[in-house]
């Protein structure tokens, strides 16, 4: 009866885990406009939206994207390979800032391409 309990206590922490997970990068995943706000190194559009709210890893860092837009604090890559990295997973990218400046057309042609 003791590992019935001991079961059932690690199932209601691992569920109160996830929902907080889940909270946390819902809030983390805000416009382009709060994205600069709260201090997000990198602010990435997508051509596409994400189906739903999700964290990617890409370049090292952890991703939070919602709709079109996506944010993730510093990385130690260059922001073009950084750029090259979430398009592999995403698809297209409109625009990259990388601490509020943006890659360059040709910039962003290569990290499409």
């Known amino acids: 009866m003791t590992s019935i309990l001991s079961r059932a206590s690690h199932v ?3 569920a109160a885990a996830l929902a907080y997970t889940g909270l946390t990068f819902g809030a983390l995943a805000p416009t382009a406009a709060e994205a600069k706000s709260n201090g997000y190194f990198y602010t990435v559009e997508l051509a596409q939206p994400v189906d739903a ?3 990617t ?3 090292g860092v952890a991703w939070a994207c919602k709709g079109t ?3 993730a604090n510093k990385g130690s890559s260059r922001p073009l390979r950084m750029c090259r ?3 592999r997973e995403h698809g297209a990218i409109t625009a990259f800032t990388a601490n509020e400046e943006a890659l ?3 910039k962003l042609a290569q ?3």
């Open 111 to 113: 990290c499409n391409g």
């Open 53 to 55: 709210p999700t964290t």
């Open 57 to 59: 890893v890409a370049g």
């Open 85 to 87: 990295e979430l398009q």
């Open 69 to 71: 837009t996506c944010v």
């Open 12 to 14: 209601g922490v691992f």
């Open 104 to 106: 360059d057309a040709d």
